[in-house]
């Protein structure tokens, strides 16, 4: 299996702009998580979804997030308009079944808003 | 909110050193998660603990779990070089993980 895929691995983009960050979990796994790491907050759990159902968004920053699982292959996170302080390498990782079993994370996404 | 933390968050060991670092947790938990984080890399997970009392292995790194204490212990026997990278624990509570601020290994031969 490849493992989790993120794409785009890097993204600069200005102020304002929408910013799309993309995931494919590794096939099987019912789980996928969405994270944010900065060097001030370290590592947050942002969302994740149990059979592309969102069940916790609580650690979403504000309005201006958004994430979908239309399917069990793939995941997007939106940020729109995109600020300055949403600076951050975001990973997404997937796992077979829930909290008993370790996470797999993609390579992540460096995003840099200008 | 959860509180997680480690310490040291840096360390220095030489070649061949035993140490341990630690992480505590701030209110009741029995999952607990180490990872390790190379400069620039993803995580990898190196442990899921998830009951009291819960010990395990790999190679020169061994993690346990005391959850009436609410502290996971990592401990690295005789350290090498490529041992050197960010060790993370991460604690489930509810439907939320909550990280560690890291602790950070440089093994210098």
Redesign the interface.
């Known amino acids: 299996d490849a493992g989790v895929i993120q794409s785009p691995r890097h993204e600069v983009t200005e102020m304002g702009q929408e910013v799309t960050l993309r995931c494919k979990p590794i096939s099987g796994h019912d789980y996928l998580f969405w994270y944010r790491q900065t060097m001030m907050r370290g590592l947050e759990l942002l969302i994740y979804f149990n059979n592309n159902v969102p069940i916790d968004d609580s650690g979403m920053p504000e309005d201006r997030f958004s994430a979908k699982m239309p399917n069990a292959s793939f995941s997007t996170l939106k940020i729109q308009p995109s600020e300055p302080r949403d600076s951050a390498v975001y990973f997404c990782a997937s796992s077979p079944q829930g909290f008993s079993y370790e996470q797999y994370f993609g390579p992540g996404t460096r995003l840099t808003v200008t | 909110e959860l509180k997680v933390e480690q310490n040291p968050l840096f360390l220095s060991m030489q070649e061949g050193k035993n140490y341990t670092i630690y992480c505590n947790y701030s209110t009741t938990s029995d999952?607990l998660?180490w990872y390790r984080q190379d400069p620039g890399?993803?995580?990898?997970?190196l442990f899921?603990l998830?009951s009291n009392g819960a010990v395990k292995q790999e190679g020169r790194l061994m993690a346990s779990l005391d959850t009436k204490a609410r502290l996971s212990t990592l401990h690295i026997t005789a350290a090498v070089h490529d041992l050197s990278a960010t060790y993370?624990c991460?604690v489930?509570s509810g439907?939320?993980?909550?990280?560690?601020?890291?602790t950070s290994l440089t093994v210098i031969p």
């Open positions: 999952r998660y890399k993803s995580l990898e997970s899921v998830l993370f991460a489930n439907n939320q993980f909550y990280f560690g601020t890291g």
